[in-house]
């Protein structure tokens, strides 16, 4: 069994690590503090608790996390030899004390998952149905998918992954899933260890540098100790370089020194380290076209370009029919809204024709993003036209151009009235429900409250008279079947 998120209260490693082993993403947090925070951002799917906490502690955060708005399985475990610390029993109805034989027990771990996550609504890959992926490994990456194109794809992820290549390269617009890819390839090949990602396009020459390399005390001003870079943290693992064609031009020969010679000092270092990882990049530019405008190093490029990988984008004729999978599969794992899970099951007919027309310029990102707002929006069990909200080539570029005209018309500089209209547009587009809209406009509910008050913003009585594009859905029969996978 694998867990999407789980979180970890400790501050030992070795459970850390152990954590690691069941979860495609581990979020770990030193305090109980620092934990209702992450649940808050994260939402994990488990939360594991060290016995070290004291008692008062556990109580307060089990209590507190408990508020949260879905059902998180929480285990308590306990690797000592004697269990010293006793579970009130206010606290066992939230929460199961358990014991491991030492912090390496990683069948224990499964077992006590095994035992006391029977939450239905928890989302780990093996309650995926498998129509939803064309190969067995794909569950595991959520590459979501039964196209020619993307069969193709997971072929060549798997041929990589067997052999020894090293470097990868993985290209494909924005959004089609390199990252996935990366992870599916690093899930192959070692999934034991460590996967560090690094994107390059968001960090400045020196600081990627230091990142990359890590660098030594007293190196440059502010360099107050010795630093570990990602090429030796990821040691035996995988470093995904994410959009490596943003790279500092500086800095791709001693990326391609690192890729021949399989060595690297840190920044003011004097001796070579040894790099060991395996080392993939992934581009949303035709890098042969840089090459010929010098902004990328055509030795690189070569070296790179052994056996890429394109992942083809969503528009693409080979993969439109993945498009209802893909919906189908976003609105079955959401979380976005935990009092929607497992009530909107489908969409209506004309809901995936329209999903199946768009050029989705976003790709999967930007399918995601429409189903996680029209989980949001739709209030029956299934998800209509009306609660679909595509932008159009036509309509973004009316809407800049309005918003242009609009700019050059500005005499009204008001703040205060900016702010009151966001507001409102963020309480309308989440029906009145504070906390959503608290979390759209990236503020706390407390401040939302004052907000609210401060600007005297009223609900508005609606209007019998206005219509949606829902309506044009009435011809459709409610038992009309969306389609089987």
């Not at 994990?44 to 004291?54: A, E, F, G, M, W």
């Not at 109580?59 to 009130?88: A, C, G, T, W």
């Not at 794809?153 to 899933?177: K, Q, W, Y």
């Not at 791709?252 to 395996?278: W, Y």
């Amino acid at each position: 069994m694998s867990f999407k998120k789980v979180l970890i209260v400790t501050k030992d490693s070795e459970l850390q690590q152990l954590t690691n082993k069941i979860a495609n993403q581990t979020f770990i947090a030193d305090d109980t503090k620092e934990a209702l925070e992450i649940i808050n951002l994260a939402r994990p799917d488990l939360i594991l608790l060290d016995s070290c906490s004291s008692t008062v502690q556990t109580k307060e955060f089990l209590k507190k996390s408990k508020e949260v708005p879905i059902n998180i399985p929480k285990v308590i475990i306990d690797d000592r030899k004697q269990i010293n610390l006793v579970l009130p029993n206010e606290l066992s109805q939230i929460a199961k004390k358990c014991f491991l034989k030492d912090k390496k027990d990683l069948a224990g771990l499964r077992n006590i998952i095994n035992r006391t996550t029977d939450n239905p609504d928890k989302r780990t890959s093996d309650n995926y149905p498998n129509y939803y992926f064309a190969k067995d490994f794909a569950a595991d990456s959520y590459l979501v998918g039964h196209s020619k194109a993307m069969t193709d794809t997971l072929d060549m992820i798997e041929l990589v992954a067997r052999s020894r290549c090293n470097p990868l390269l993985i290209l494909g617009e924005t959004g089609t899933g390199k990252e996935l890819a990366a992870r599916a390839i690093h899930r192959l090949r070692h999934s034991k260890e460590k996967f560090v990602a690094v994107n390059c396009a968001a960090l400045t020459a020196n600081l990627l540098e230091s990142e990359l390399f890590g660098h030594t005390k007293g190196s440059f001003t502010g360099a107050d100790r010795d630093k570990t870079g990602l090429l030796e943290l990821a040691g035996n693992g995988t470093i995904f370089l994410d959009e490596i064609s943003e790279m500092p031009i500086e800095l791709q020969s001693k990326l391609l020194r690192v890729l021949q010679e399989k060595t690297f000092r840190k920044v003011g270092g004097l001796t070579n380290t040894t790099c060991n990882a395996t080392i993939i990049a992934s581009s949303n530019r035709v890098l042969l076209n840089q090459v010929r405008k010098k902004r990328f190093r055509a030795d690189l490029y070569y070296r790179l370009n052994v056996f890429p990988i394109t992942m083809a984008p969503l528009r693409a004729s080979e993969r439109r029919q993945d498009i209802k999978l893909l919906a189908q599969y976003f609105l079955d794992t959401s979380d976005i809204c935990p009092q929607k899970v497992n009530k909107i099951k489908a969409f209506t007919k004309l809901a995936i024709e329209t999903l199946e027309e768009h050029d989705w310029p976003g790709n999967i990102r930007e399918l995601r993003n429409v189903i996680e707002k029209g989980i949001l929006l739709e209030k029956t069990d299934k998800i209509g036209l009306g609660s679909i909200a595509i932008d159009s080539p036509e309509s973004r570029s009316s809407s800049d151009s309005l918003l242009s005209n609009q700019q050059d018309k500005i005499t009204d500089f008001s703040l205060e009235k900016a702010e009151r209209k966001l507001i409102r547009s963020a309480l309308k587009e989440t029906g009145w429900q504070k906390t959503k809209a608290a979390s759209l406009l990236g503020i706390t509910r407390a401040t939302l409250y004052a907000k609210v008050k401060q600007y005297n913003i009223t609900k508005e009585a609606p209007n019998a008279r206005s219509k949606t594009k829902a309506q044009l859905e009435i011809s459709e029969s409610p038992h009309q079947p969306v389609g089987t996978f």
